[in-house]
């Protein structure tokens, strides 16, 4: 392994994706794609946090104040662009615009739940062993109880949707005020090194009013599930970027040799496979394709996330040890990518993708 690392006085340039002073853009999307002025300006104000993904009141802040994209496409852009920035301002983006989308939807298809989409919002919609969240419905109120597992930044947000169970085998979507002094955010257990500010603890509820957005089942069936799916590997791919460049820089070394090129050639086909794979997505999701969206986002999920395991593996073959020891900007994004890259299925989502192929609904 050549484990070539730059000069060490000037690493802080490697974590960042730059064409000369300006960071690229676009960086996921076509130059000519028409709608991006909005990310632009999304980027330009993310730019100017101090401390972006660092300070949490800061990002959040910022994160409040965009304007939801028009189209997938401009929303992965906006969220691949972030996370090459900073891979947990992206971690916190992404949920936020998650729900916004979610909202929209729900009214799109006629529920228009009475939600102010104002402040700062998650989507906690994970189970665990051993803790269940239950809504029960009482002259035409919703209250839920009991424990939600996986709530990120909860003590933090000022809304949530969350899933809750309404029998033994249905669940519901619901927007729960997280400032409701009957909803209690734990600060753990949370012992991340990488999103170590994203906070990803459980919520207690006890009897806090909800407003029921969707009916029982519509979260996981509405054709925008599989769309914020591959949003989230849009950050991961996002978040690898920077790694290429940073093999990039390596393998331009006067003393690098053969195997620099071979492992950046390596993160250099994954990334651009993956870059393909969710331009392709996200045009087929914003023409209004309603065929096998849960396949087609589980396949972009596993492409971007083979790509971005691979991208990890490169740079930490061919930089070794020197920057994650002396370069906090790379040690960070590397330890955050390996936390958030967990969220895909892996063998979970290819045993689904093999189960619909093998019962024929696997049409390229």
């Not at 301002?89 to 615009?97: F, G, I, S, T, V």
């Not at 791919?237 to 040799?257: I, Y």
Request: net charge negative.
């Amino acid at each position: 392994m050549s484990r070539i690392w730059p000069d060490p006085t000037t690493p802080q340039k490697l974590a960042r994706v730059t064409d000369g002073d300006h960071p690229r853009f676009p960086l996921l999307l076509p130059p000519d794609t028409p709608g991006l002025d909005d990310v632009r300006a999304a980027l330009t104000e993310a730019d100017a946090v101090g401390d972006l993904g660092t300070d949490l009141a800061a990002t959040l802040a910022w994160v409040t104040g965009i304007r939801q994209p028009s189209t997938r496409a401009a929303t992965w852009e906006l969220l691949a662009s972030v996370a090459a920035r900073d891979v947990a301002a992206a971690r916190m983006l992404e949920p936020h615009l998650d729900a916004l989308a979610i909202l929209d939807e729900a009214a799109a298809d006629g529920f228009d739940p009475d939600v102010d989409p104002g402040g700062s919002w998650g989507v906690f919609a994970a189970e665990g062993p051993g803790v269940r969240l239950t809504a029960t419905q009482d002259a035409g109120t919703w209250t839920l109880h009991g424990t939600k597992p996986w709530c990120s930044l909860a003590a933090d947000l000022d809304h949530a949707l969350v899933t809750a169970w309404v029998d033994d085998e249905r669940r519901q979507l619901f927007a729960l005020d997280l400032r409701d002094p009957a909803v209690t955010a734990r600060s753990g257990p949370w012992h991340a090194r990488g999103l170590d500010s994203v906070v990803s603890a459980p919520i207690d509820v006890d009897g806090a009013p909800a407003v029921p957005v969707g009916d029982a089942g519509w979260y996981l069936r509405r054709p925008g599930f599989a769309h914020g799916g591959v949003g989230v590997a849009a950050c991961w791919w996002g978040g690898a970027v920077p790694l290429r460049d940073a093999l990039a820089a390596a393998a331009a070394e006067e003393r690098a040799d053969q195997l620099a090129r071979v492992h950046l050639g390596r993160a250099d086909v994954a990334l651009w496979a993956a870059r393909a794979v969710l331009v392709e997505t996200a045009t087929v999701f914003d023409a209004g394709s309603s065929a096998s969206e849960g396949l087609r986002a589980n396949r972009a999920r596993s492409v971007v996330a083979d790509a971005v395991e691979t991208t990890l593996a490169e740079a930490a073959h061919a930089l070794g040890p020197g920057p994650l020891v002396a370069d906090a900007a790379h040690a960070r994004r590397v330890a955050d990518l390996q936390v958030y890259v967990r969220q895909h299925h892996a063998d979970r989502d290819l045993a689904r993708i093999g189960g619909d192929v093998a019962a024929g609904r696997g049409a390229w």
